[in-house]
């Protein structure tokens, strides 16, 4: 997938918005995140983002190539702010259940971007770092280098892909339709027509739960019979 593309020119001048300020790469990812983040922040655009940043809005073209370069940036953004202070533990699983939970907490904070979280690579300076990170916790826990990459695309996927659903519930509305499909929809099924659902009728609100601690906890207790030492 492709990585984030900016656009730089040797020797180029740093112009100034009509507000006086200086435009930088990193000024440009606060306000896209703002407007991302805002209540209409599904329909970001240039044009918004030139008027939030007080600039021409093709001012945005001479640092990056387009809105899904931006958006990348954005996201690499993001993964640093959420491991800003990991530090892996003494324990390898230790390391990666903290990995877990770092990316998961960063996911439910910024909801409207998880989906492009879970689905590309930035390329980025910070997920260049949490990519070497997590490698280096699986070579530490043993692995050679082929399955040290291999179980940790599996586990990143994974938790990249859980988070994302466990963030999504959190978007307007959608946390109380699901909810609501669970404890009243479901558990209303007759038994003539869904025998085993009937069945455990009462233990269905259940699956409004997040899956998520629980499939890490089954990941890693995977990895830890994998793994070449005992853990």
């Known amino acids: 997938m492709p990585g984030v593309e900016r656009v730089r020119s040797v020797g180029a001048r740093r112009r100034k918005t009509r507000s006086g300020v200086v435009l930088t790469?990193?000024?440009?990812?606060d306000a896209a995140l703002r407007l991302i983040e805002s209540p209409s922040g599904d329909?970001?655009?240039v044009r918004r983002l030139g008027a939030e940043l007080g600039a021409d809005p093709t001012?945005?073209?001479r640092y990056f190539r387009d809105l899904d370069a931006l958006l990348l940036a954005v996201a690499d953004r993001l993964i640093g702010?959420?491991?800003a202070d990991f530090v892996p533990r003494d324990h390898w699983v230790d390391s990666l259940r903290d990995l877990a939970h770092s990316l998961r907490r960063s996911m439910r904070q910024h909801p409207r971007l998880a989906h492009l979280r879970a689905i590309r690579v930035t390329a980025g300076p910070h997920e260049m770092r949490v990519v070497d990170t997590g490698i280096g916790i699986m070579l530490n826990a043993g692995f050679a280098p082929a399955d040290a990459v291999r179980h940790y695309r599996d586990f990143v996927d994974t938790v990249l892909a859980?988070?994302?659903v466990d963030a999504a519930e959190l978007t307007e509305g959608q946390e109380t339709a699901e909810q609501e499909a669970w404890s009243r929809v479901y558990t209303s099924l007759p038994a003539d027509g869904y025998?085993?659902?009937h069945l455990v009728r009462e233990h269905l609100p259940s699956m409004y739960n997040s899956a998520f601690p629980g499939t890490i906890e089954k990941l890693l207790d995977a990895l830890v019979q994998a793994a070449p030492t005992p853990a």
């Open 25 to 29: 790469e990193d000024l440009i990812v």
């Open 43 to 45: 329909r970001l655009s």
């Open 59 to 61: 001012a945005v073209y």
């Open 81 to 83: 702010d959420a491991f």
């Open 162 to 164: 859980v988070a994302a």
């Open 195 to 197: 025998p085993n659902v």
